[in-house]
């Protein structure tokens, strides 16, 4: 079966194959026409798959942000799938590296990963942390939105109360969205609107808190003690919360981005990432080094302006925007 038959089998029955991927297709122009442009490219001036080969496609990963440690790992499947199938023209290559770039994502793990942990029963705690400009406050609204669609009651609290206009931000969205918003003044403790967020959420029966948090800790030592203690009410409140801790990062920003997954990673734990502007950067493959090398799931990518650009996240499609101008077949 093709890669792009197999993708076609991969998504929920919500969306088509054909809308999403047309989503990721379009929202990943940049990125493709940087990335296969010059896979393609590197095709042509090969005949045979040799150590030439390699050097040249190691380059071009590199250079798409994919991330050296990923590069190097996706080169070593490569070549030994090249040996397996005994591989000989660089044509049959397109297929190969995509379907690797699938596997070294999921890494074996099931497709489930993606998928948010809502909980069956009860109130479902969903933390979302980042640095300031990233579009946090918008992803949140974005997602507040969807969650609502699929029927969910949601309910969200304003916890970055230190940034200017930030509250309201977030009352724009909930006014937009038509959920309510739980907050405080400006400056307030954010674990004290984490509080009443979920005192609010309880008393009104909520499904889904999603709770705002602060982006401008200059250091390490701030950032751990204030969403430890956002966590500690959290935990306190809800046992088992937060069940999702969604840090929100702006792939324009690139390797930047993979920092900031690691200091964030340290001062909580983090179980998905919301890439945002995927659709404002010709370095589209940080979504593979950041799951590669933090082990850490992309939950929701943003693929363009609009309330329903973000989209839940999907390596198939993700993989069909890299290649969808090469790997498309012709209609029977």
Request: hydrophobic share 40%; aromatic share 6%; net charge negative.
């Amino acid at each position: 079966m093709s890669f792009f038959k197999k993708l076609k089998q991969s998504f929920t029955k919500t969306e088509s194959a054909e809308e999403v991927s047309d989503k990721y297709k379009k929202g990943m122009e940049k990125t493709r026409k940087s990335f296969s442009g010059r896979i393609n490219d590197l095709i042509a001036r090969y005949r045979s798959v040799d150590e030439d080969f390699f050097e040249e496609l190691e380059e071009v990963l590199i250079t798409a942000d994919v991330g050296v440690t990923t590069v190097m790992d996706l080169i070593d499947e490569l070549k030994m799938e090249v040996k397996r199938r005994n591989i000989k023209d660089t044509g049959e290559m397109k297929e190969v590296i995509s379907e690797k770039l699938v596997e070294i994502y999921y890494d074996g793990e099931a497709e489930e990963i993606e998928a948010l942990n809502i909980q069956e029963e009860g109130l479902t705690v969903i933390l979302v942390v980042g640095v300031n400009g990233v579009g946090k406050t918008t992803s949140i609204g974005k997602l507040a939105n969807q969650l609502k669609q699929e029927g969910k009651h949601v309910v969200l609290a304003a916890g970055d109360t230190f940034r200017a206009g930030a509250i309201e931000q977030l009352e724009v969205w909930g006014e937009r969205t038509g959920v309510e918003v739980i907050k405080q003044g400006a400056g307030s403790d954010p674990a004290a609107v984490i509080f009443d967020g979920i005192k609010s959420a309880k008393a009104r029966g909520a499904d889904i808190l999603i709770c705002d948090t602060a982006g401008r800790l200059q250091n390490k030592v701030n950032l751990m003690n204030e969403l430890s203690k956002v966590n500690r009410v959290i935990e306190r409140e809800v046992p088992g919360a937060p069940h999702e801790v969604l840090l929100v990062l702006d792939a324009t920003t690139g390797q930047n981005a993979l920092s900031q997954a690691k200091t964030f990673s340290e001062a909580a734990n983090v179980s998905g990432i919301v890439l945002t502007k995927l659709d404002g950067t010709a370095k589209g493959g940080i979504v593979l080094a950041i799951r590669n090398e933090m082990n850490i799931p992309v939950k929701y990518v943003g693929l363009g302006e609009k309330v329903e650009d973000l989209q839940h996240f999907n390596a198939h499609a993700f993989v069909y925007g890299l290649f969808a101008d090469i790997l498309e077949e012709p209609e029977e």
